[in-house]
Structures are given as structure tokens and as C-alpha cells.
């Protein structure tokens, strides 16, 4: 089968940094990426590995490993709007697949 | 034109109704997505429509029925709905279907079924 494994909720202050774990059993994908999610809103894309190793995007990296089947979203000086849930996917020939996604709460 | 527009924001429908959920995109991408998404849960695919032809039907019941006018165009015909089936319906395009990083969503369209 295929999954993607996320932890249910993080929390962090502002100012903060957090590291959202993204583990994987599923084989033959393209590349990993991350998409945010605030409440009521539209998933739009954050960031995209198709190597192994950090990509650095802003305040955002996104780091994977296909030998560890292991990949992480870091969020660096974490501000209150950064408060959504993020999801990680594999990019396989025809679809995305999701992770079962991370909701980041961001305390004051 | 970088945005996913999608019609209604949100409606409300009875089991006996047909209705339709429209999506449409500027950005000359050849592939189109429908989601389900429910509350605090990843979008579950629906269909795939890749250069208007769907390629990719994840086993969704027969009252939901999409449709690609053109390029441009995704719908999706509902009907005989059931009160499960309540959820977010988001509408996604990707510049070509073949191992394609980004997909661009559009804002979805909050159903309720009674």
C-alpha cells in the first residue's frame, strides 16, 4: 500500500522553530512536496523535493530522504499566521498522494 | 491569470436533487483534479482529467459524474446525493499530468447535503 504518516498536531510559539516529520511506505514517486491549509481555505503549494536534501524556500525548507523514506517541512521564526494544517504528497506519474497532514497551532 | 475559480462557494442540496460544481482555470494547464476533502482530513481524489479526457476515476460512486467541457472547464454533476457525501469539494490544476510538482486549488465548494 501507500502512506504517508504525519503527526496529528504540533504547537509552537512565535518566533519559534518547527520541524513537521513527513514518513513514507510507497515507492516510484517523483518527489515530495508540502502544501499549507489555513481553515476554510484552499491547500496551496509550499515547497517540492525531487532530490534528496534541503530545499530553502524563505522562512520554509523541506528537507527528504528516499533511504530513510523520511522527509521533514521546517518553519523557521514561526509567526501567527503560519497557524494551518500542512500536508506532505508524494508526485507520482498520474496524481498526488497526501499525507495525513499536520495541524500547527502558533501560540503568542 | 495564476487562480482556480470554482462555483458555488457553497450550497445546499436534498437527496433527490441534481445539482452542479463548477471550476475553471486560465493558466493553459492540461490537467484538472476533483477532490473530496472532509473536516481535518487530507483531499481524497476523485477523477482526473488530463488534455479533457479523464484518465483517472478512484472508484467514486456513479452519482457524482464529471465532465470537461474544454480545456478550461471542469464540472461535476451531482446527483441522489447522500447526507455522507457532505464535504469540501476542491477543484486542482497541474501544467501537465506526468509527474507534476504543483498543483494550484481552487478555494472549493462547501457542500451539504440534507
Known amino acids: 500500500g501507500q502512506s504517508l504518516e504525519q503527526p496529528s498536531e504540533v504547537t509552537a510559539v512565535e518566533g519559534a522553530i518547527v520541524q513537521i516529520n513527513c514518513t513514507y511506505q510507497?515507492?516510484?514517486?517523483?518527489?515530495l512536496s508540502w502544501y499549507q491549509q489555513h481553515d476554510g481555505g484552499a491547500p496551496t503549494f509550499l515547497s517540492y523535493?525531487?532530490?534528496?536534501g534541503l530545499e530553502e524556500t524563505g522562512r520554509f525548507s523541506s528537507f527528504l530522504s528516499r533511504s530513510d523514506s523520511y522527509g521533514y517541512l521546517l518553519l523557521q521564526e514561526l509567526q501567527m499566521k503560519d497557524s494551518a494544517s500542512y500536508f506532505c504528497?508524494?508526485?507520482?506519474?498520474?496524481?498526488?498522494?497526501f499525507g495525513t497532514g499536520t495541524r500547527l497551532q502558533v501560540f503568542p | 491569470d495564476t487562480e482556480v475559480t470554482q462555483t458555488p462557494k457553497h450550497l445546499v442540496m436534498g437527496m433527490t436533487n441534481k445539482k452542479s460544481l463548477k471550476c475553471e482555470q486560465h493558466?493553459?494547464?492540461?490537467?484538472m483534479y476533483w477532490y473530496k476533502q472532509k473536516a481535518k482530513k487530507p483531499p481524497e481524489l476523485m477523477f482526473v482529467?488530463?488534455?479533457?479526457?479523464?484518465?483517472i476515476n478512484e472508484s467514486v460512486p456513479s452519482r457524482f459524474s464529471p465532465e470537461c467541457p474544454n480545456s478550461s472547464l471542469l464540472n461535476l454533476h451531482l446527483h441522489a446525493l447522500q447526507p455522507e457525501d457532505s464535504a469540501l469539494y476542491l477543484c486542482?490544476?497541474?501544467?501537465?499530468?506526468?509527474?507534476?510538482?504543483?498543483?494550484?486549488f481552487g478555494p472549493g465548494t462547501r457542500l451539504t447535503v440534507l
Open positions: 486542482a490544476s497541474s501544467r501537465l499530468l506526468a509527474g507534476d510538482s504543483e498543483q494550484f
Open positions: 510507497t515507492s516510484g514517486f517523483y518527489g
Open positions: 523535493n525531487a532530490l534528496d
Open positions: 504528497a508524494v508526485s507520482r506519474t498520474d496524481k498526488l498522494i
Open positions: 493558466m493553459g494547464h492540461r490537467a
Open positions: 482529467y488530463s488534455y479533457e479526457k479523464l484518465s
